[in-house]
């Protein structure tokens, strides 16, 4: 879990750095709906990384 977070979080830190983000990106998206604020950003993508790799 420590290294998907930390992975996550350099993805994340990465987008709010960068001058531009790509429009349509997911994580261009999470920015302008938490607003810039890192840990929701994190927590979403988390979340969404998670999901994506649930077992049924």
Known sequence: ???MDGF???LV????NS????RGALVASLIEHHEH???AI???AMSLLI???SQP
């Open 42 to 44: 994190r927590d979403d």
């Open 13 to 16: 830190r990465d987008a709010l």
């Open 8 to 10: 996550v979080g350099g």
């Open 19 to 22: 001058a531009t983000t790509e």
């Open 1 to 3: 879990m420590r290294v």
């Open 37 to 39: 604020r890192f840990d």
């Open 51 to 53: 999901a994506g790799h």
